[in-house]
């Protein structure tokens, strides 16, 4: 079923490519040492899930602008916050993992001594429990949702033990369910017309077909009252790909006009991206 409407929804056909003339890179890219040398600490590049910061800085210029809230609910390191900081957009964080809090904080306090204009905060929290622990006052209010998926079958969340001791603790869930989760909470932090984008790592060895976090990720936003709006791939750098010949990336992806899109065999990141409806469009 899953699948079934990942098909429906995007009109994508999987096929093994390994290689399409079209897909090229969009402007120059650089090494992923380059792009984080001086503007993140020492251990930055060691999460599992990070994401080229290349890549989030295209990403927030193309969907926020200066003086919006950008939201990450999986901070990590802070990429996605760090670049939106340097752009002039503010932004909020959230992470189980206290270890990555306080790495994500030394990321936006280096960039602040920077000169970044925007101004960013991290609460350590459960993402699949949102919007617990973000502020009354800034729910519905969020511009942009950025943030790159935890791959694998599985991811964490917080319960109560066994035994309940009046804490919580730290478990394992299917991605499906807690990507599902999030993206429901992510929803109530969006104000009306907001975006959420979601960069999705593909397996190394298994690049020319979509992996498993596309075929939750699209279901659950559907399923959260959120439609899909745009669909973008990129590379190994952070470059976002053309999509079919003539593509520019200036107008949506011909998959969800009806018509078919071809999976780039370089592909190294998928990019969905949601738009919560402004229900108060057209009323007066």
């Known amino acids: 079923m899953t699948d079934s409407i990942l098909t429906l929804t995007l009109g994508v056909v999987v096929s093994h490519v390994t290689s399409w003339p079209c897909n090229v890179a969009v402007g120059e890219g650089r090494g992923l040492l380059a792009q984080r040398y001086g ?8 999460h599992r ?5 290349d890549l989030a ?22 990429t996605m916050l760090v670049e939106a900081v340097h752009a002039g957009r503010d932004g909020l964080g959230l992470d189980i993992e206290p270890g990555w809090v306080s790495l994500a904080r030394t990321n936006l306090a280096l960039a602040a001594r920077q000169g970044a204009t925007g101004r960013a905060r991290v609460i350590h929290a459960d993402a699949t429990r949102l919007p617990t622990r973000v502020p009354t006052a800034l729910r519905g209010t969020v511009d942009l949702v950025l943030t ?15 035994h309940y001791t009046g804490g919580l603790r730290i478990s394992r869930i299917t991605a ?3 990507l599902g989760r ?17 960069a999705l790592r593909r397996e190394p060895t298994h690049r020319w077909t979509l ?9 659950a936003g559907l399923r959260a009252g959120l439609k899909v709006v745009d669909y973008l791939f990129a590379n190994e750098r952070g470059q976002l790909l053309t999509r079919y010949p003539g593509d520019q990336l200036t107008v949506a992806p011909r998959a969800i006009t009806g018509a078919v899109l071809m999976l780039p065999g370089v592909a190294a990141h998928d990019v969905v991206v949601f738009g919560k409806p402004d229900r108060t469009v057209g009323l007066s």
Request: hydrophobic share 35%; aromatic share 6%.
């Open 57 to 78: 800085a295209t990403l927030v210029d193309r969907y926020s602008r200066p003086g919006d809230l950008v939201a990450d609910p999986f901070v990590g390191t802070a």
């Open 211 to 219: 992996t498993r976090e596309p075929v939750y990720v699209v279901p």
């Open 39 to 46: 503007r993140y600490v020492a251990g930055s590049a060691g």
């Open 176 to 178: 499906g369910a807690g």
């Open 148 to 162: 790159t998926a935890p791959t694998g079958t599985t991811m964490p969340a917080t319960r109560r033990g066994r």
């Open 49 to 53: 899930d990070r994401t080229p910061p």
């Open 182 to 198: 999030v993206l429901a909470g992510c929803a109530t932090l969006l104000r009306p017309g907001g975006l959420a984008a979601g």
